[in-house]
T-cell receptor, first 115, second 114 residues
Framework: KAGVTQTPRYLIKTRGQQVTLSCSPI?????VSWYQQTPGQGLQFLFE???????NKGNFPGRFSGRQFSNSRSEMNVSTLELGDSALYLC??????????????FGEGSRLTVL | DQQVKQNSPSLSVQEGRISILNCDYT??????FLWYKKYPAEGPTFLIS?????DKNEDGRFTVFLNKSAKHLSLHIVPSQPGDSAVYFC?????????????FGTGTRLTVIP
């Protein structure tokens, strides 16, 4: 069974630009969550999508947005990039329905560097 | 405001001995707790979990203990193996904020010395 796939794995942007990251969940998983990992803050929850709807949102500014498509693939977008947005962005998927225990399957992440 | 804390950034243990990783939390609404393991250049992988209605959960060499009154949980690995060397994150969730909204600690790097 293929795991969670994130693209691109690495990217470099400059301040003020925008970036789009992609995540393909495990087949059959309908929930996709996004996390930001930085050395000082650890992993922080960005948002979760389930059946194309944002189900939950963390404490990030509106520059961070996402969406989910009918095939459960998800994208997240960061506009007007700031230096502090440099991080590893992790996508995680789960079945998302029924008993939801928070056991997530993570991708390898997209490492964003903002110069 | 870090609601889940792992105060030890690193831990070194001899192979075959017990590894004990600790985690504290502040939010009494948390009702599910998980441990994830992360190798370099890989995403975190789920290791073991415990519901707030239990105080212990065991899975092979891994046991998680929960002390709700102290808002503390720990992960015991017995016996420790070199392949266990990784960064371990504890995480917590609350029904009210969504099961997939996990609050993570900052991680503890475990090194098992052969």
């Amino acid at each position: 069974k293929a795991g969670v796939t994130q693209t691109p794995r690495y990217l470099i942007k400059t301040r003020g630009q925008q970036v789009t990251l992609s995540c393909s969940p495990i087949s059959g998983h309908r929930s996709v969550s996004w996390y930001q990992q930085t050395p000082g803050q650890g992993l922080q929850f960005l948002f979760e999508y389930f059946s194309e709807t944002q189900r939950n949102k963390g404490n990030f500014p509106g520059r961070f947005s996402g969406r989910q498509f009918s095939n459960s693939r998800s994208e997240m977008n960061v506009s007007t990039l700031e230096l502090g947005d440099s991080a590893l962005y992790l996508c995680a998927s789960s079945l998302g329905a029924g008993i939801n225990t928070g056991e997530l399957f993570f991708g390898e992440g997209s490492r964003l560097t903002v110069l | 405001d870090q609601q889940v804390k792992q105060n030890s950034p690193s831990l070194s243990v001899q192979e075959g001995r017990i590894s004990i990783l600790n985690c504290d939390y502040t939010n009494s609404m948390f009702d599910y707790f998980l441990w994830y393991k992360k190798y370099p250049a890989e995403g975190p992988t789920f290791l073991i979990s415990i519901s707030s209605i239990k105080d212990k959960n065991e899975d092979g060499r891994f046991t998680v203990f929960l002390n709700k009154s102290a808002k503390h949980l720990s992960l015991h690995i017995v016996p420790s193996q070199p392949g266990d060397s990784a960064v371990y994150f504890c995480a917590a969730s609350a029904y009210t904020t969504g099961a997939n909204n996990l609050f993570f600690g900052t991680g503890t790097r475990l090194t098992v010395i052969p």
